[in-house]
């Protein structure tokens, strides 16, 4: 396959020969293509996903198809996205390193990469629904979402280098165009491909009457599309994280943009406020001490963030904002103007969280921590809670004081009764 041949889909039965002759691929997986083993494996709601296995190893072929695989040819979307998870994939790697799997080939025609197959690592949603704990995930995730937005930002990038940055993901529209609708606007009216669950209708139209919280989340949707601070992930959540028992990646940027520093945080903390009020639905008599491990987890990735903000802001302030010179240099403690940023940073965290809780329950694409559970009066009670704490997290996203308190309103949710 040359770089100029026609995008064409894979499938499990021409890619043997379609990339056989990829020294790039052939070399990690070996020479005889014909001897190739090839699985499809995506599950996600957009791309082809093949594990491909031969006598040298295995690698991971992910290729963008031209629409939303989740909903059909109904809804086209562009190739290009997968241009941008390679841009994304290669500043992620230099910015936060070894926190992604490594690119072995790019073909920008076919809207494909292959990469490291990651192994024995599964998505971390499938760990949380299981009850499986994964060491040392609070503190991955914690430094991957500080490095790569502080790495990402005027604080460590000169203005001319994030300037060309802002610029290049700039052409990334109808990705961050999903966002925009699915995210900040379809959860607070009828949109027309919502769904919610049955018996939820009375949290759902409280939702969607108050005025306040729908003024709130466009006011953050006005943040996400308008505040370039920094390179975001853009779909940070646990089905964008691969774990071992003990090592964690985070994989599939294609919803790159340059965004709100709190956004990628703040969308991993809603996800895992669902993996816990989901929990009774999934759990027995290990409900409390799982529930706890997550909260814990939480509670942990926000310490890790903020120290390791503040080490990157004491070590590695080498951008416009807030220099050396104008601080430091003059004898003036920079500590609080870090505290002032850091503080910006999680009141849009925790709006960002609500909104993800909401929208995860009401609009396309739910997950699976509650559309496994089968039984409707249960998913429902339990996404009641969610989606009430979400509202709250919105509504009071300036008064929140640490992600402890907002461990503690968790806890206090997931007592309450709202069907
Ligand atoms: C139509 S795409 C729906 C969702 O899938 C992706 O993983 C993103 O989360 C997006 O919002
Ligand atoms: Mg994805």
Redesign the pocket.
């Known amino acids: 396959m040359s770089e100029n041949t026609k995008y064409k889909p894979l499938t499990v039965e021409s890619l043997p020969a379609s990339l056989g002759k990829i020294p790039e691929i052939a070399s990690c997986i070996g020479a005889d293509a014909s001897a190739w083993n090839v699985k499809e494996v995506g599950d996600?709601?957009?791309n082809l996903v093949f594990i491909v296995s031969g006598e040298s190893g295995s690698l991971i072929i992910k290729q963008a198809l031209p629409y939303v695989r989740l909903v059909g040819d109904s809804w086209p979307l562009p190739l290009y996205r997968a241009y941008y998870e390679y841009h994304a994939l290669t500043r992620q790697a230099s910015r936060a390193p070894d926190s992604v799997p490594a690119i072995k080939y790019f073909n920008e025609q076919q809207a494909l990469i292959a990469m490291e197959f990651l192994e024995p690592h599964v998505i971390l949603r499938r760990k949380l629904i299981l009850g499986e704990t994964v060491a040392g995930l609070a503190k991955f995730l914690g430094v991957f979402c500080a490095q790569t937005a502080f790495r990402g930002s005027e604080l460590s990038m000169s203005s001319t280098t994030k300037k060309a940055d802002v610029a290049l993901f700039a052409g990334n529209v109808e990705i961050p165009a999903i966002t925009e609708a699915l995210v900040f606007t379809d959860p607070y009216y009828k949109a027309e491909m919502n769904n919610h669950t049955q018996g939820l209708d009375p949290v759902v139209d409280q939702l969607r009457a108050d005025v306040a919280l729908k003024v709130k989340a466009q006011r953050m949707l006005q943040r996400f599309a308008s505040n370039t601070q920094t390179m975001v992930h853009g779909?940070l959540h646990s089905?964008?994280i691969m774990s071992t028992e003990t090592q964690s990646r985070v994989i599939?940027p294609?919803f790159v943009q340059y965004g709100p520093m709190g956004f990628d945080i703040g969308m991993l903390f809603a996800n895992f406020l669902m993996a816990y009020f989901s929990q009774p639905a999934h759990r027995g008599d290990d409900l409390d001490d799982y529930q706890n491990w997550i909260l814990g987890v939480i509670e942990e990735i926000g310490e890790t963030f903020s120290a390791e903000f503040k080490q990157l802001w004491a070590s590695e302030r080498t951008g416009m904002l807030y220099p050396v010179a104008l601080f430091e240099e003059q004898g003036h403690d920079s500590t609080p103007a870090c505290d002032a940023v850091l503080s910006e940073i999680w009141q849009d965290a925790w709006a960002f969280c609500g909104i993800e809780m909401h929208r995860r329950c009401l609009s396309l694409a739910h997950n699976a921590d509650f559309e496994d559970i089968e039984d409707t009066r249960i998913r429902a009670s339990l996404e009641a809670r969610n989606l009430m704490m979400g509202a709250e997290l919105v509504h009071c996203a300036n008064e929140l004081k640490s992600t402890r308190a907002v461990c503690e309103l968790a806890r206090r949710y997931n007592c309450k009764d709202f069907l």
Do not use: H, K, T, V
């Open positions: 996600g709601n957009l779909d089905g964008s599939d294609e």
